[in-house]
């Protein structure tokens, strides 16, 4: 089983709704999936279609005493979900501590996943350390968009975790501009080609669905399954 996180540069990116996107693309391309929300906000489960009132999920469950594996949810034959959970803020930093406590917790959950999924893709909060704790992790992918902010954020961060550039507009002449920066100073860590700004993934949210559902012709839905097909190769590359 790989695995594959997306994680903001900062907030607001979109991060839940490419990672919705890219299992829905690796569904599509026979893959069996597995999507966890390791964020409090709880929000990638309204890419699916699940009721908002819904309050179950690994976080509360792990509260609860409950089995966090039962809270999954069964999108498709080879596709599922599993949401955080309704937690209060006070709730989610008893969680964060608990994590840092065990921090192997998830590393010892993805063992025992492997047998079921070909991918388990994690969308991860920014700055909570503990839910970030999620094991190996073929693909530690940051999400980020070519704008000031973000660019003076991966100045201050480094790291060699590879970069995928999210809502690129290519009319825009600063977006361009500081993906040639990027593209000239991040060559190594930069992915070979983004996410384009597209009305149709904003849509899709509004649809509750994931891109490739909603509009599988659209330039986001076919960014994605570049993404996708590109995990895929590289992961056979690594074996």
Not at 20 to 36: K, N, P, S
Request: hydrophobic letters at 45%.
């Amino acid at each position: 089983m790989t695995a594959l996180s997306l994680r903001g540069v900062r907030g607001g990116v979109g991060t839940s709704s490419v990672l919705a996107a890219v299992g829905y693309a690796l569904h599509t391309l026979g893959e069996r999936v597995l999507m966890i929300d390791m964020c409090p906000e709880n929000l990638l489960r309204l890419h699916f279609n699940l009721v908002a009132s819904e309050k179950t999920g690994w976080a509360r469950a792990m509260l609860d005493g409950d089995d966090w594996h039962a809270q999954a949810w069964s999108l498709a034959p080879t596709l599922a979900l599993l949401p955080y959970g309704v937690l209060s803020w006070q709730e989610s930093m008893r969680v964060e501590q608990q994590l840092l406590d065990d921090p192997i917790l998830w590393a010892r959950r993805q063992a025992s996943l492997a047998a079921h999924y070909d991918w388990v893709l994690f969308d991860l909060p920014q700055r909570l350390q503990g839910h970030a704790m999620i094991g190996p992790c073929l693909f530690p992918i940051r999400v980020t968009e070519a704008d000031a902010a973000c660019h003076v954020l991966m100045l201050q961060e480094g790291g060699t975790a590879p970069l995928l550039v999210n809502r690129y507009e290519p009319g825009s002449l600063l977006q361009r501009d500081l993906l040639l920066i990027w593209r000239t100073h991040l060559a190594s860590r930069l992915l070979p080609f983004t996410v384009h700004s597209d009305e149709a993934m904003r849509e899709a949210l509004a649809f509750k669905q994931p891109v490739g559902q909603y509009a599988p012709a659209s330039l986001s839905a076919q960014d994605a399954l570049s993404l996708a097909t590109w995990c895929l190769t590289r992961r056979r590359e690594a074996q």
